[in-house]
Nanobody, 125 residues
């Protein structure tokens, strides 16, 4: 099992920045990909970004490309999502997830095996 704990959400004005963190514990050696997803009220869970756990490969949704950056600190078993130029459409509950398969890029939430509890990001206009 892998446990994931997100942090760093909050309320920010449009144009501002936030950095989300996701700490992994447990059988982290089984992780192949880590991803960030978000879900706004009344909408489906949406892929945001993914990173290969053992390398530098990253992949982004078009809606966040150029504004968000995913990174990882292997020594801390932690991934990050730096979010810049936020707008109200980015308001959602943000989840991190871990995938043990070797599918890349893994964009479907169905493909992820483990999920955190989520952290709320609210962007005011």
């Amino acid at each position: 099992q892998v446990q994931l704990v997100e942090s760093g959400g909050g309320l920010v004005q449009a144009g501002g920045s936030l950095r989300l963190s996701c700490a992994a514990s447990g059988r982290t050696f089984s992780i192949y990909t880590m991803g960030w997803f978000r879900q706004a009220p009344g909408k489906e869970r949406e892929f945001v970004a993914a990173i290969r756990w053992s390398g530098q490969a990253t992949y982004y949704a078009d809606s966040v490309k150029g504004r968000f950056t995913i990174s990882r600190d292997i020594d801390k078993n932690t991934i990050y999502l730096q979010m810049n130029s936020l707008n109200p459409e980015d308001t959602a509950l943000y989840y991190c997830a871990a995938d043990a398969s070797r599918t890349w890029p893994q964009r479907s939430p169905v493909g992820y095996d483990y999920w955190g509890q989520g952290t709320q990001v609210t962007v005011s206009s």
